[in-house]
């Protein structure tokens, strides 16, 4: 402990740090930058006029022949499997905001924490009011 009075009043910088790993990432971020400038990339490419992409993506997830009911077919098995992944990654979030938000009982729990704020475990801790 320090006798200085203003020890724990301001932030103070920290002397002793290792700045390799600041320039290592300054070194990733220049030798990306250079590739993705130097690379070229071919002619943008759509899909042809009249293409539904929904559509497609209904068909294969259904595994419906795309071919006998419109004219215009995308093949959509790339696009379900992106669609697939966004879906799980958004019910996991769901998932995991109904966890936290749930309340297990009265006293505790992980609702009872988020929800005052840890209110009554500081003032459990501290043994009293403020």
């Not at 071919?67 to 992106?82: L, Q, Y």
């Amino acid at each position: 402990m320090s006798d200085d009075p203003n020890d724990g009043s301001r932030p103070r910088l920290k002397r002793d740090f290792n700045p390799v790993p600041g320039l290592a990432a300054v070194a990733l971020f220049a030798v990306l930058a250079l590739v993705f400038l130097q690379a070229s990339f071919g002619e943008a490419q759509g899909f042809e006029q009249g293409a539904s992409i929904t559509a497609s993506i209904g068909y294969a997830m259904f595994n419906i022949d795309a071919g006998a009911i419109s004219g215009a077919v995308v093949s959509g098995e790339g696009f379900v499997v992106a669609f697939v992944l966004i879906a799980v990654a958004l019910d996991v979030a769901i998932d995991g905001a109904v966890f936290l938000a749930k309340s297990e009982d009265e006293e505790g729990g992980i609702g009872a924490v988020l929800t005052d704020g840890g209110r009554e475990i500081r003032e459990k801790l501290r043994g009293g009011d403020d």
